[in-house]
């Protein structure tokens, strides 16, 4: 779906906590999809995960798949497909047969892997997975030129005279962005090829102020390899939740947050680098975790964007389960009523016409009280007080005489 101004979407994890009925949790995800796309978010990003216990999707094309038959406009990709699990042609393969599944609405998240449980458990060294997934990304961008055969033998995948058998859906090719968290990494990997980011490490601590010299990153590792980067392609991932006031926003979420940052990432993964460990306090108080109401959620985005240095082109949610069904989905849907027009330049025009017609009510409106009067007396009537009164305050269908 096209807007003006800012896209708006959802970085689906997914979040499971343990102990609930994993089958459900994936029927959950897929509806919080069409509920999405009912709303008019922009895109979702599905991650990839095979350990720990909570990221329970393994297969974000099977999800995309679901989910696009039961949407109409809403934009699906993987955030991320962890190029060094797969052979980069057959990621090529799989994301071409999606992206005409889709009608276009795919696109391919790239990152090296996010869980070193998952990289343990294929037998790849934590070393090696960045610079595999340069290797898997030059040669899947190779492959979508579709210009000549692709032949390229590294120490962990081979390609002979390979070629795509069917061209992309979407021209010249689906969207790809790459992850980036507070490294250079993501950022030299996305603007060596000039694809789009995904600015997961936006709610560290030190990740907003960050934000503008790492877009800075990726112009100058563009510019080195002639490509361009747009603004309007990437996103910053942050942790949100609306409610009609601040106090209850936070009522809604603290339990649920605590007990995911406890026992997922601190007593599982053991607080990974960068993460507090209050996370959703900390957030709060700078501003980068969007807990609140719609006014306090469009502040943070407002401070977000100061710190980018010239703007982005999305939010994404990352999606999480800290609050109940009915709370979240109200939610999502508070943020597209009251948050999304604020950004997109829909409230704009609005507010111009209702401005316009209040400043010159007078000279607008009082002739109607003449030309109501004018209806009756044509007819040798009297007007009815009541129907001057009612056509003065814009009643539209007054006239008793047929």
């Not at 990152?111 to 030059?138: C, H």
């Not at 992309?168 to 980011?197: L, R």
């Not at 719609?294 to 980018?308: A, D, F, M």
């Amino acid at each position: 779906m096209a807007h003006r101004g800012l896209k708006f979407g959802i970085f689906l994890a997914p979040f499971h906590r343990l102990g609930e009925n994993p089958t459900l949790s994936m029927d959950r995800d897929v509806e919080l999809l069409q509920w999405l796309d009912h709303l008019g978010y922009d895109e979702a990003w599905i991650g990839e995960h095979h350990s720990a216990g909570w990221e329970t999707i393994a297969s974000p094309e099977l999800i995309i798949a679901a989910a696009a038959e039961k949407t109409k406009y809403i934009k699906l990709g993987s955030g991320v497909t962890s190029l060094p699990y797969h052979h980069p042609f057959m990621v090529a393969q799989r994301w071409v047969q999606l992206d005409h599944m889709t009608r276009g609405r795919a696109m391919l998240g790239c990152g090296p892997g996010a869980l070193t449980s998952d990289a343990y458990m294929l037998g790849i060294e934590p070393s090696t997975q960045r610079p595999r997934m340069l290797e898997a990304m030059d040669a899947i961008m190779r492959l979508l030129k579709m210009e000549e055969p692709v032949t390229i033998k590294s120490d962990w995948f081979e390609m002979n005279q390979a070629r795509l058998h069917l061209a992309p859906y979407s021209d010249p090719h689906f969207e790809i962005a790459v992850a980036s968290t507070i490294t250079p990494f993501g950022m030299i990997a996305a603007g060596t090829h000039g694809v789009g980011v995904l600015s997961i490490g936006a709610g560290l601590p030190g990740g907003p102020e960050a934000l503008g010299s790492q877009w800075k990153i990726a112009e100058e590792a563009a510019a080195k390899n002639g490509k361009t980067m747009n603004r309007k392609n990437w996103r910053v991932v942050v942790s949100a939740h609306l409610a009609e006031d601040d106090e209850q926003a936070l009522r809604e979420v603290r339990k649920g947050e605590r007990n995911e940052t406890l026992t997922y990432f601190e007593d599982t993964l053991g607080r990974p680098p960068g993460r507090a460990d209050d996370p959703l306090s900390d957030g709060v108080k700078m501003g980068t975790t969007l807990v609140g109401s719609p006014e306090t959620v469009i502040k943070g985005i407002k401070r977000l964007q100061g710190y980018s240095e010239g703007g982005f082109g999305g939010i994404l949610f990352r999606a999480h389960e800290w609050a109940t069904r009915e709370q979240t989905m109200r939610s999502y849907e508070l943020f597209a009523r009251y948050v999304m027009p604020a950004f997109q330049g829909s409230l704009e025009p609005i507010l111009s016409s209702n401005a316009w017609a209040r400043d010159n009510r007078k000279a607008i409106f009082s002739p109607a009280t003449e030309a109501v009067k004018r209806a009756f007396t044509d007819h040798g009537r009297e007007a009815p007080e009541e129907a001057i009164r009612a056509r003065t305050l814009g009643a539209r269908d007054l006239d008793p005489i047929k």
